[in-house]
Structure formats: C-alpha cells, structure tokens
C-alpha cells in the first residue's frame, strides 16, 4: 500500500514539476520573441528603422547564446529555481522598459540585457527535470515543455495583431512583462511548496534519475568532446533556421504579397502549429523507432531541405501556400531542437556538469540566430526572398550531413 501510495504521489509531482517547467517556458518564449513578431509594426509605425530592431534582435540572440553558458554554470553552483527567479525578474523589467522607449537606439541595450535574463531558464530547468525525473519522465517532460515554447509563439502571434489594433505596440511588452513578473511568483510559490526538498535518485520501481545531485564529475573523453563540438555545429545550423524564418516570416509575406502588418503577423500563428505537430512526431519517433538523436536528426533536415527547395522552385504559389511551406520548415528545425538541445544533454550525464553542457548546447542555437537574423536581413535585401530560400535548403543541407555522417559514432559513443 505504502509503494502505491508513494508511486501516485511521484506520478503526482512529476505532473506538477512538468506543468510549471511547461508555464515557465511558456512565458519565457512570450517576453522574448515577440520584439522579433512586433519588428513589421515597429518599422510600419516609424517608431524604428529595420536595421535597428534586426540588429537588437541579434544582440539579443548574441546575450542569450553566450549568456547561456553563464546560467550552466551558475544552475550547477547554486539553486537552479534562484536562477530562474532572477531571470523572470529581469525578462519584467526589461519588457517593461521597451514599452516605456522613446529612442530607438536604447532597443538594442534593452534587448540585449533582455537575452541574458532569458538565459538564466533552461540550463538550471534542464538540471531540474533530470535531477527529478527518471530516462522517461524526462523525455516527456521535455517534450512538455518544447510544447510550451510553441504555444508561446501562437499566444504572441494571435494576441498581438489585436494588442496593436486596441492599442499599440507598447501594449505587447506591458503585457509581456507582466506575464513575466507574474510567472516569478507563481514559480518561487510553487516550486519552494512541493520540490524545495533534495532532488531524489531513484523511483518507487529503483530506476534512476537522469542525473542525481551526486552524480560523479567524469573528464570529457576526446571522442565526447569532439561529437559534442559536431553536435554544436548542427544546431548552429538548426537554430539560424527555427529563429531566422520564424523572425522574418511576416517581414517575407508583407513584402511578397503587400498584406498589412497585423495580417502578416497573424499568419506567424501556423509556425507553432506545426512546431507541436513536428515535436510530437518527432517524439514518438524517438520512443518507439530511432533511439538514436542523430540519425532521427539528420532525417528531419532532409525534410526541411524538402520543405525550402519547394518553396524555391513555387516562388509564386500563394500566401498559404508559402506560409504553409515555412512553417513546415521550422516545425522541422523545433524537432531537431527536441532532439538536440533536450535530449542530447542527457547523453552526457555521466560527465556530471548537465547545466553546463545543456547551456554550451543550447547556445549554439543562438549563434546561429544571431547570424541569420541580421544576415537575411543584409542578404535578402541584395539578393532577395527566392535567393534566401535557397540559403535556408543549403543550411538544412549541411545539417543533414553532418547528422547522418555522424549517426553510427553517436551510437558506438552512448552504448560504451
């Protein structure tokens, strides 16, 4: 009676650590990408000039990269829910701040410190879930809280064309930095009343934790270290993809197809759609047929490469068409993210240091969005729209091949 007991109340807490994680990152993707959704009204209404908001969206992308490793470090030192404390908290003032702006150039210095508070979330959520959770927990859990950065995406980009029409633009980060104050709350309330004990090392059933709080710090092989710099590079290649067509996709259809501001930001709303769909199948994928993150990875490029040389060769196929064809794509960058940047860090637990890893891990991502986000601005506008989609198929090309090349290796290097 006692094991049953014991099991419902893991199942119990394993639901409520999931849901918070999910809220939290939920509110997480709502303060920080929707500088890159409100960029067409911010240069239709005058208030900025495009190079300005592509220029703080890549130093936005820059802080949070770096800033990463900073919260890796800092989620493996001290308590992981501080850390996150602090990052909501600074995500609240800097959003409120933008909305308060009456000079453009203080964008870039809001946005960038608005990078680093974001930082501080998923390396210590990432130590969290692995300290609390057991191998399947943890990947559902994830897959729970990826669900929370794509539902975030769709709130911003379904509330904002009516935020803008109601109000203005300043109403989207009032609203944002309120969401992000309240999220503080909720998190030091909840996660100090059920998980402020020790994170446990075991299930009622003995299966461990993903990586217990006395898990050995073990030196990084030459083969770890240089799988996980290849593994670098892939998401590099995923992240200027998911962020670079996800920022730019109202700025892309408004000047393909004339429509306004609000209409193209509304058609923003299919990127998450597609991004749970891909995310769950990519899921199952992952549990029942390719236990192997590389090679699940390297397919779901060869899918986006799919996705771009379609959209290249139908240049003229549509509004729905187009935005149908984009969405699929970085749906199809949100499943290598999973892959990559949730399930990989996993892969190194033995090494001890996960925040680290998680964090070095994720920002690559954003070394890859900081690059793309002010690169298609610059290339776009010499090349144009049909030339920059022939960029995005090339940059899911090498992804794909570095993935398959590797897939056996990675294999070889998780059963040893």
């Keep these: ?42 240069v239709a209404c005058g208030f900025a000039e495009k190079t300005t908001v592509a220029l703080a969206l890549s130093i936005n992308f820059i802080t949070y990269g770096t800033g990463q490793i900073v919260s890796g470090y800092l989620g493996d030192r001290y308590k992981p829910q ?63 809280v990826n669900w929370g950065s794509e539902l975030g995406t769709m709130a911003v980009y379904a509330s904002m064309p009516l935020l803008i029409s109601i109000a203005s633009y300043r109403a ?25 004990h020790a994170a446990r090392a075991t299930q009622p059933d003995g299966s461990a934790a993903v990586s217990p709080s006395s898990a050995a ?43 306004s501001s609000a209409a193209s930001i509304l058609s923003g709303v299919l990127l998450p759609v597609f991004g749970i769909l891909c995310s769950q199948i990519t899921t199952q994928i992952y549990r029942r047929f390719i236990r192997n993150e590389l090679l699940c990875s390297g397919i779901i490029f060869a899918l986006a490469v799919l996705a771009a040389v379609l959209l290249a060769l139908l240049p003229h196929s549509g509004v729905m068409a187009t935005v149908i064809l984009l969405a699929l794509l970085v749906g199809c960058m949100h499943g290598v993210n999973f892959l990559l940047v949730s399930i990989v860090p996993s892969c190194f637990a033995r090494y001890g240091h996960i925040s680290l890893i998680s964090g070095i891990l994720n920002s690559s991502t954003y070394v890859g969005s900081a690059i793309s986000t002010y690169g298609i601005a610059v290339f776009s506008q010499k090349m144009g729209w049909n030339a920059t989609i022939w960029l995005w198929a090339a940059i899911a090309g090498c992804g794909m091949v570095i993935c398959l090349l590797l897939f056996r290796r990675w294999k070889r290097f998780q059963t040893a």
């Design 1 to 42: 009676m006692s094991i049953c007991m014991h099991a419902r109340a893991q199942k119990r807490a394993f639901l409520v650590l999931s849901l918070l994680c999910t809220a939290a990152y939920f509110v997480s993707y709502v303060s920080r990408i929707n500088l890159g959704a409100a960029m067409v009204e911010l």
């Design 82 to 144: 501080n850390v996150m404390l602090a990052g909501f908290i600074l995500a609240a003032l800097m959003n409120g701040g933008v909305a308060l702006l009456k000079d453009q150039r203080l964008l870039i210095l809001l946005w960038g410190v608005n990078g680093f508070a974001q930082s501080l979330m998923w390396p210590p959520l990432v130590r969290i879930l692995s300290q609390h959770l057991n191998a399947d927990e943890y990947t559902l859990a994830c897959k729970w």
């Design 172 to 196: 989207v980060f009032f609203v944002s930095g309120g969401l992000a104050l309240g999220m503080a709350i909720v998190w030091k309330l909840v996660y100090e009343r059920h998980f402020s």
């Design 217 to 259: 710090h073990a030196h990084l092989t030459l083969n770890a270290v240089f799988l996980m710099g290849m593994v670098m590079i892939a998401i590099v290649m995923q992240g200027s993809l998911r962020d670079g067509v996800t920022n730019w996709l109202p700025t892309l259809v408004s000047e393909s197809f004339g429509l």
